[in-house]
């Protein structure tokens, strides 16, 4: 953790804190080697670099006393260029939207920074006003009331205090996870911010985001698996990508209080005698495990053979995944407290089970974006976030290759059944043909539930991609209008998931909307083809094309 603290005037403080960062800075450099073989700075002398610029350019990164700082996530480019990621807290207090991200030039040399917000965070004291009960209990009337008709059960409420400098001016909040089980036992969420002063609602959403052998897949045909001997069975466990697994959860659920699992449904490990797993049919379990660990492992290299990440964390850890998970469970969703993906068998009806490759790469990448920007779930950042999972899934889905489930720009075509009454569950051509998501930018786009405000950056990405117009890919019709009238001709989607990636995980911060994706888009393509180059100008035409100007 690094740490900016003023307490003594002038500038001998300043200085004396230099050089404590400095040399204990220095200490790490001495044990770790300060470049990797090719002459790029390590991790070690980037974290080093930054420190130092934390504390020369403290005031135009809005540090002051009672502030702390600790790394969340560090990238070092090709060409030695650093970019290093803060959060913040304020006398100890997590600050909502307080997080930046510092780059330096090879040599360590600062070069600027983007900060989730300007607003200079100082309260007048960090006592509450409003108790922590009541705020719980506000909380659980929110969760109650985004599930009307359904009677929870086991509902807890888990209050925090904190700094919310998303919303304006930054001021004293609660910010209560709140979770209980539907009717069928299936768990529920909900995350409500609310004024610590006044009692008043800030914010609230939906706090589970949703959406050597082979093995016989549901949706995917038959496909390789690496997996793992154990006597003389075998493990559905793969060593060669962080000994990610994937186990059955029996149709049993967590119960988590106060954010704290005190139980959580298994993950029994899959075995199979010959190494061949599945049927292809729900009749067998492992099925459904093999779609899973398909997609993990989809994912995996996708992230790792074309963004160069290491894991979703980027840590070369795998992650784990549990199927079957609750009745009849319309849902799949990443945890990071498990650091686990976890799937639904679905209704019959309107879902079959959650497994599919896209589902699979969706929600891994909310692993990725919770490791990176952390945009805020809520807002037009919520939007991005969900769009995140939306287009870098897909680019999992177009990576794989896969002839029984070929790429597609539709979200979930394999899972939806008759019941559900669409084809998909979002389209990105043309994001309003589900009904609900939004084509074009507008000053309402952010009061959309998530997954519909997501609508502008997925038809953002499919006009970069492919361009404007009728026209049939892959067997898939689609046609994508404009806003402005404009013809736009596509750069390819391998250049698009490229630029999406590098302006997520450098320049987005958990507070940028619309225009701050805009923004994080262009840098990156600039980084990537050139200031004035042809990307970079169709990242723009893209954006003006949704109305984002």
Sequence with gaps: MSRIRHHVRGTRRIAT???????????????SPAAHADGRPTRAAAVHNAASA???????????????????DVVVD??????????????????????????????????????????????????????????????VS?????????????????????????????????????????????????????????????????????????????YSGTVPLETAPSGSSYQLKDPTRGNTYTGDAANKTDLCIFGICVSRAPATLF???????????????????????????????????????????????????????GSNYNNAFWDDSCFCMTYGDGDGTTFG??????????????????????????????????????????????????SSDPGDYLIGEKIVRPGFGKAALRFMDR???????????????????????????NHFAYLLAEGSGAKTINGVSYDSPTANGATLTGIGRDKVGRIWYRALTVYMTSSTNYAGARTATLDAARDLYGAGSTEYNAVAAAWSAVNVN
Excluded: C
């Design 17 to 31: 804190a230099g050089a404590a960062v400095t040399s204990a800075a220095l200490l790490t450099v001495t044990l």
């Design 54 to 72: 934390l504390l020369a350019h403290a005031a135009g990164l809005g540090l002051s006393a009672g502030q702390d700082t600790s790394v969340r």
């Design 78 to 139: 090709k060409d030695g260029t650093q970019h290093v990621r803060y959060d913040r807290t304020y006398h100890r207090l997590p600050v909502l939207g307080g997080d930046f991200v510092v780059h330096l030039a090879r040599d360590g040399r600062y070069r600027g920074a983007d900060r989730a917000t300007r607003q200079p965070v100082s309260l007048p004291s960090v006592t509450p006003e409003v108790s922590g009960p009541k705020a719980a209990a506000l909380a």
């Design 142 to 218: 929110a969760l109650r009331a985004a599930h009307p008709g359904d009677r929870l059960q086991q509902v807890k409420a888990k209050p925090r205090l904190v700094v919310d400098a998303l919303h304006g001016r930054p001021r004293l909040a609660w910010r209560t996870d709140a979770a209980g089980l539907d009717t069928l036992g299936n768990p529920v969420a909900r995350t409500v911010l609310t004024d610590a002063r006044t009692g008043t609602r800030i914010d609230a959403w939906d706090s589970i985001e949703t959406a050597a052998g082979d093995g016989a897949s549901l």
């Design 271 to 325: 075995t199979d005698a010959d190494n061949h797993w599945g049927t292809g049919t729900t009749a067998d379990r492992s099925s459904a495990a093999v779609d899973a660990q398909y997609g993990t492992d989809a994912t995996w290299d996708y992230y790792k053979n074309v963004q160069g990440r290491n894991g979703i964390a980027n840590d070369g850890k795998g992650s784990y995944n549990r199927v079957h998970y």
């Design 353 to 402: 089970p959650l497994v599919a490759l896209d589902v699979a790469g969706h929600e891994m990448t909310h692993g990725v974006t919770s490791k990176s920007a952390a945009l805020a779930y809520s807002g037009e950042s919520g939007g991005l976030n969900e769009a995140t999972s939306d287009i870098l899934g897909t680019m999992v889905e177009w990576y794989a290759g896969n």
């Design 431 to 457: 994001p309003s043909r589900d009904g609900s998501s939004a084509d074009y930018w507008s000053a309402s786009v952010g009061n959309l539930d998530v997954h519909y405000s997501s609508g502008v950056a």
